[in-house]
């Protein structure tokens, strides 16, 4: 049985200041729940402060990316050493926007995956297609080799801990959600492939989340979908009572 998980990807929003009302918004809200992880991925400014206040309550802490080397002359970077010394449990690694404006590949998405996990924290690893691959109809073979080049060279029993969000990068921040037989057609894609690469005791562990415009209104409909064990949330993840709302999907 897989623990859904709701993820919150707050990108480049939010000071310390207005994170931290927010968290305190969300903590209240969704008090008590234990049948879904929640997960907040705040930008790295606000990592300290916000895995400070969530110590020991419900809610874990994501980072939005992470390097593949322990240390070096890697400006900018954040080596995942530094996030687990927070306590950072999760790091959402190439997402659509890292991979379209910041050169990310399918290789460094392998590298940061694999060094996030020796260090003791779980990937999320997006995966997703343009809108020309969506209307070309070759949709599957593009995110089947985008998981199969993210999880190159790892062993299965590292795999089964890993989370993919599959995340069309046309329905991202448009407002277009995928239909629920849209995103359940291509997350059940990801775990059959996963079961061709590896097995299917992987492919039945790995959680797959949907991302892309959803809101209060859609999570349930997604969540009802087999395949579907959560959702990576960017707008609506920005307040307390949506997200709060997309947490308790099934209340
Ligand atoms: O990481 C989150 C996704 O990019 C979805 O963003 P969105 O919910 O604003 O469409």
Redesign the pocket.
């Known amino acids: 049985m897989r623990k859904p998980i709701i ?1 919150g ?1 707050w ?1 480049m929003n939010n000071t310390i200041a207005e994170g931290m009302k927010l968290v305190n918004g969300l903590t209240s809200l969704v008090k008590g729940i234990k049948d879904t992880e929640i997960v907040i ?1 705040p930008p790295a400014t606000a990592l300290a402060v916000v895995t400070t206040a969530l110590h020991g309550k419900n809610i874990a802490v994501g980072a939005q990316n992470v390097h593949w080397e322990e240390s070096g002359a890697y400006t900018g970077e954040i080596a995942p050493a530094m996030l687990a010394e927070l306590g950072v449990k999760y790091a ?1 690694i190439g ?3 890292r991979r379209q404006y910041f050169g990310e590949t399918d290789e460094t998405v392998n590298k940061r995956a694999r060094a996030a996990h020796r260090a003791g924290i779980t990937p999320i690893i ?1 995966v997703g297609e343009p809108l020309e691959t969506r209307e070309k109809g070759t949709y599957k073979r593009y995110v089947s080799r985008q998981v199969r080049l993210a999880l190159a060279d790892r062993k299965p029993q590292c795999v089964a801990k890993f989370v993919i ?1 599959y ?1 069309p990068i046309w ?5 277009k959600t995928a239909t629920f037989e849209q995103a359940q057609e291509v997350c059940e894609h990801i775990r059959k492939t996963i079961a061709k690469l590896y097995d299917k005791k992987t492919a039945d562990s790995v959680r797959i989340l949907y ?4 809101k209060p209104e859609t999570i349930k409909g997604l969540m009802e979908k087999p395949d579907v064990d959560g959702a ?6 920005l307040k307390a009572k949506d997200f709060s709302e997309i947490v308790k999907f099934n209340r």
């Open positions: 993820a990807n990108k991925c959402i997402h659509s926007e997006c969000a995340e329905a991202i921040g448009t407002g991302g892309g415009s959803v990576l949330v960017g707008g609506a993840a």
